[in-house]
Nanobody
Framework: QVQLVESGGGLVQTGGSLRLSCAAS????????MGWFRRAPGKEREIVAG????????YYVDSVKGRFTISRDNARNTLYLQMNSLKPEDTAVYYC????????????????????WGQGTQVTVSS
């Protein structure tokens, strides 16, 4: 069973940048498609970005396209989310998650297909 720990959150001004990391232990992250989700106050948890096991396929929700970049370093067992041009509406708790899909290029947007979750890291963007 893989354990996931996020880091890199914090307080940033509008237009600023943050880089989130998700370190995996207890398992090989290359076996999982990975995703970043977020939950803003009063809202449902939503997918922000996803990446296939190989890293060859990525997905972004429309609101972050062109601003966020998901990547993975399977050798380091780590997932990243580079967030640029941050906006107040990006304020949320960000979670990384692992999906044990057998498919090399698959990405799931359905949070129910992710079996393992980190504890979350708070991102706050001030206006």
């Amino acid at each position: 069973q893989v354990q996931l720990v996020e880091s890199g959150g914090g307080l940033v001004q509008t237009g600023g940048s943050l880089r989130l990391s998700c370190a995996a232990s207890g398992g090989t992250v290359s076996r999982y498609a990975m995703g970043w989700f977020r939950r803003a106050p009063g809202k449902e948890r939503e997918i922000v970005a996803g990446i296939s096991k190989s890293g060859m396929s990525t997905y972004y929700v429309d609101s972050v396209k062109g601003r966020f970049t998901i990547s993975r370093d399977n050798a380091r067992n780590t997932l990243y989310l580079q967030m640029n041009s941050l906006k107040p509406e990006d304020t949320a708790v960000y979670y990384c998650a692992a999906n044990p899909t057998p498919y090399t290029y698959a990405i799931s947007k359905d949070r129910d297909e992710y079996d393992y979750w980190g504890q979350g890291t708070q991102v706050t963007v001030s206006s």
